[in-house]
């Protein structure tokens, strides 16, 4: 008998289960009543990409769903860097094309003078979330709560939707949604790749650096699905 062996990439794998439950959660949230909407936040970085190719056909009343991000750089949205362009292009094609998405940004030149328009906006979405994916970078941030953010204390105590943020360690000048609105949200997921995140994540866990040297903290005190893949 000649056997067929087919070799799984852990990381499609890990993106397939988890836009499952992604797709149970949204159903889930928009079955309670017709009229009711979900609303979906995710992360920008590459680790979403097999997430969003998996999630984007999923079959569910995307036309009741809103999406909008956990952070983003001040970009024009047609920058190589911009969240909002990775989520267009890769999320939101195929059945989520039907989604409605909200993007972080708008045409002030600086993050400081568009951060209350953008608040207001993305405060008068249907909170909570039904899910919020968040990444995590080698530093221990996640959304843009950086370590050395100029307004990381800001951004952890804030009751405002949005705040501003520039960090010594990134390029460009970012907003990010507080982490009280963070904390908005049905199911919060962590999504890592690779073993140097584990290692971070492991530090984390131990309990002995600060919510501000490992901004990732802030979320390890409340229920959290991790999908990690090697
Ligand atoms: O837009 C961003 O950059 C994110 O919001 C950021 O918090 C990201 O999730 C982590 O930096 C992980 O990024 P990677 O997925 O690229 O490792």
Redesign the pocket.
Known sequence: MNATVTEQDPRVQTAHSLAEYLAAALRADLDVDPSARALLVV?????PKPLFAALRDKPLDWSRVDITL??ERWVSEDADDS?ARFVREHLLSGAASAATFHPLTNAEAEPEDGCAEVSARIAALPWPASALI????SDG????LFPDGDRLQEALTSADCCVPMRAPSVPQARITLSLERLRQTRRTVLHLTGTDKQAVLSRALSDVEAVSELPIRAFLSAPLALYWAP
Do not use: E, I, P, V
């Open positions: 992360s920008g970085g590459s680790t956990a952070d969240n968040l990444g995590m970078g941030h996640t959304a843009s």
